[in-house]
């Protein structure tokens, strides 16, 4: 199996900057595509940013030009770059790992979740 761990996340006010980290370990794996999603108060979860394994990326519409999603392959690694914060960013953000399992199926994996809160 693959184990995701999350780090990065905390208390920024608004306008400020976060850069989220996650890190996957475990057996090796071919990954298909990492992504990041977020879960706001009282609102379902919610695609945020995706990268596949060649380097394409989309965003949601409400982070386009504010947020970056990278990769670091030789670490298993993805980041996400947040700028320009607002208040509606504030979540629980979740990294999720596509990955072959075996030949024509795809396993996902998530990490534990971080919080990320916009507040004055």
């Known amino acids: 199996q693959v184990q995701l761990v999350e780090s990065g996340g905390g208390l920024v006010q608004p306008g400020g900057s976060l850069r989220l980290s996650c890190a996957a370990s475990?057996?090796?794996?071919?990954?298909?595509?990492m992504g990041w999603y977020r879960q706001a108060p009282g609102k379902q979860r919610e695609l945020v940013a995706r990268?596949?394994?060649?380097?394409?990326?989309n965003y949601a519409d409400s982070v386009k030009g504010r947020f970056t999603i990278s990769r670091d392959n030789a670490k298993n690694t993805v980041y996400l770059q947040m700028n320009s914060l607002k208040p509606e960013d504030t979540g629980v953000y979740y990294c999720?790992?596509?990955?072959?399992?075996?030949?024509?199926?795809?396993?996902?994996?998530w990490g534990q979740g971080t919080q990320v809160t916009v507040s004055s």
């Open positions: 999720n790992f596509g990955v072959w399992v075996v030949v024509g199926t795809v396993g996902e994996y």
């Open positions: 475990g057996r090796a794996f071919s990954i298909v595509a």
């Open positions: 990268i596949t394994s060649s380097g394409i990326t």
